[in-house]
């Protein structure tokens, strides 16, 4: 039963997320009752990503694998939209880009450790 019960509440997240990176405007307007536009956007999708994330880190499996691939998700998907807006040009900051180095060198440092861990024999 816990576990039927957390993959419901994973799927809703990360349904939800997707729906977010979707069409923020429409879920917005559905949860609360109002409108957004510009910079509102953009955080609302980013919100979409860290749901995403957790719904992949919350699905139910093995424990450090289920939370390995919620956080390569998250920070894949961050890597994506955050490199997307700063091609696009728009509400660029000082740290956008920074941030885009960041979720790279993360995804990459995951995917290598669980790499070099498939790798080593067990003992």
């Known amino acids: ?12 997240e990360a349904g939800t997320g997707l729906l977010l990176l979707a069409w923020p405007p429409i879920v917005v307007r559905l949860l609360f009752g109002e409108e957004i536009s510009g910079i509102g956007v953009v955080v609302s999708r980013f919100g979409g990503v860290c749901l995403v994330g957790l ?38 900051g000082v740290l956008l880009w920074p941030a885009v180095v960041v979720h790279a060198i993360l995804a990459v440092l995951l ?10 024999p067990a003992a």
Request: proline share 2%; net charge positive; hydrophobic share 50%.
């Open 55 to 92: 719904g992949v880190a919350c699905w139910p499996g093995n424990d450090q694998l289920r939370a390995f691939y919620g956080m390569v998700t998250y920070s894949a998907l961050a890597l994506l939209y955050l490199t997307y807006i700063g091609v696009r040009g728009e509400m660029v």
């Open 111 to 120: 995917v290598r450790a669980r790499l070099k861990e498939q790798k080593t």
């Open 1 to 12: 039963m816990k576990r039927n019960v957390l993959a419901l509440a994973a799927a809703a």
